[in-house]
Antibody
Framework: EVQVVESGGGLVQPGGSLRLSCAASGFTFSDHYMDWVRQAPGKGLEWVGRSRNKANSYTTEYAASVKGRFTISRDDSNNSLFLQMNILKPEDTAVYYC???????????????????????WGKGTTVTVSS | DIQMTQSPSSLSASVGDRVTITCRASQSISSYLNWYQQKSGKAPRLLIYGASSLQSGVPSRFSGSGSGTDFTLTISSLQPEDFATYYCQQSYRTPPYTFGQGTKLEIK
């Protein structure tokens, strides 16, 4: 079964740190980009960041709201994705989802080509609460 | 950053109705547009990618259209299990890959 499972959430004080993990199974983890998405209580979805695969030099991208505080890393040998969260703020309180990113190649008759990227496998999420 | 605006924010409809949700991007994103469904307390589920490609396993009553800045998600005949919140997301070139604010579809 293709799945991703998040863990590591909990209650942390403002200014503290937390490390989330995402365990992948049922697919070739090393081939895929992986994203983190969060959802604050009663709010919509917010893209947090992306880890690209080895073929794309393991580059990472972040939302402005977390850049410089959060770090995404991965361990392909253990099919795992991580989100290190530092200098946590109350506004970081959310359910954090790990999601597999799949790219579908397309080609247009004009000669233009690219990939559509989308999150096709999601975990159930892990809850992070930042409060004193 | 590209802003995504969905309309309406909420919608009441009946089983069997045809429903359309709109998503507008603040600049052209070609067809780099995904749609997700989220039920209360659950993870999102991919419905549509590339503006109009149906994800495997998603019922054919769901369809997507549009290109550039204006996109629509259509449910041709609402089923009881379709009552949920729907999000569009742009995946155009550089991050952040922003979501719309969501459209909550409720039973009339």
């Amino acid at each position: 079964e293709v799945q991703v499972v998040e863990s590591g959430g909990g209650l942390v004080q403002p200014g503290g740190s937390l490390r989330l993990s995402c365990a992948a199974s049922g697919f070739t983890f090393s081939d895929h980009y992986m994203d983190w998405v969060r959802q604050a209580p009663g709010k919509g979805l917010e893209w947090v960041g992306r880890s690209r695969n080895k073929a794309n030099s393991y580059t990472t991208e972040y939302a402005a709201s977390v850049k410089g505080r959060f770090t995404i890393s991965r361990d392909d040998s253990n099919n795992s994705l991580f989100l290190q969260m530092n200098i946590l703020k109350p506004e970081d309180t959310a359910v954090y989802y790990c999601a597999r990113v799949t790219g579908t190649f397309f080609y247009e008759t004009s000669g233009y080509y690219d990939h559509y990227y989308y999150m096709d496998v999601w975990g159930k999420g892990t809850t992070v609460t930042v409060s004193s | 950053d590209i802003q995504m605006t969905q309309s309406p924010s909420s919608l009441s409809a009946s089983v069997g109705d045809r429903v359309t949700i709109t998503c507008r991007a603040s600049q052209s994103i070609s067809s780099y547009l995904n749609w997700y469904q989220q039920k209360s307390g659950k993870a999102p589920r991919l419905l549509i990618y590339g503006a109009s490609s149906l994800q495997s396993g998603v019922p054919s009553r769901f369809s997507g259209s549009g290109s550039g800045t204006d996109f629509t998600l259509t449910i041709s005949s609402l089923q009881p299990e379709d009552f949920a919140t729907y999000y569009c997301q742009q995946s155009y070139r550089t991050p952040p890959y922003t979501f719309g604010q969501g459209t909550k579809l409720e039973i009339k």
